[in-house]
């Protein structure tokens, strides 16, 4: 596609972007997601091909489910930030992670599948995917045992911390 016809697109569609942008409430970082959506136009414009429909659906589609991406992209890192910083909260997390009698005792309240999370993903320094795979389950299993082990940790850190 040539340079200009794709700057013709950008005009055509950038009330398309706008109205996705501001229907996803995604205005509080507007410029990165306005070139998400751009990108997205720009490879529709590549992989676009006539005897599968409109070029407006197709980039509706498009748009939208690449704005959709980065938006869960965005909720699933400050998820994972959110719950590893539990330990950045606690005055003692530095001697907690670096001392291995700390984490033992933070490891007798937790059932089997949360120790497991707990060695692997501090210990180890494993993924969620890699201590899926090493525990042949989902991911989102994993997920459920950091979770659980996380509200227990911080259970135990506020009654020691009192």
């Known amino acids: 596609m040539k340079e200009v016809e794709f700057e013709e697109l950008i005009v055509r569609f950038t009330p398309l972007i706008k109205n996705q942008i501001k229907k996803l409430n995604l205005t509080h970082a507007y410029q990165k997601y306005e ?4 990108i997205a136009l720009w490879e529709c414009s590549m992989s676009f091909d006539e ?4 070029f407006s659906a197709y980039a509706y589609v498009k748009v939208r489910g690449k704005l959709l991406d980065a938006c869960r992209k965005e909720i699933r890192i400050y998820k994972e930030l959110q719950a590893q910083s539990v330990f950045e909260d606690h005055p003692d997390s530095s001697s907690m992670l670096h001392s291995d009698s700390d984490l033992e005792r933070y490891k007798k309240g ?3 599948k949360q120790r497991t999370w707990l060695q692997q993903a501090i210990e180890q320094e494993k993924s969620l995917k890699e201590i899926a795979f090493t525990e042949g389950v989902s991911i989102e299993a994993v997920k459920s045992w950091r979770k659980s082990a996380l509200s227990k940790i911080r259970k135990q850190l506020n009654s020691t911390s009192m």
Not at 35 to 38: E, G, V
Not at 51 to 54: A, E, I, N, V, W
Request: cysteine-free.
């Open 110 to 112: 937790l059932t089997i």
């Open 51 to 54: 005897t599968k429909g409109s």
């Open 35 to 38: 070139q998400d959506a751009l």
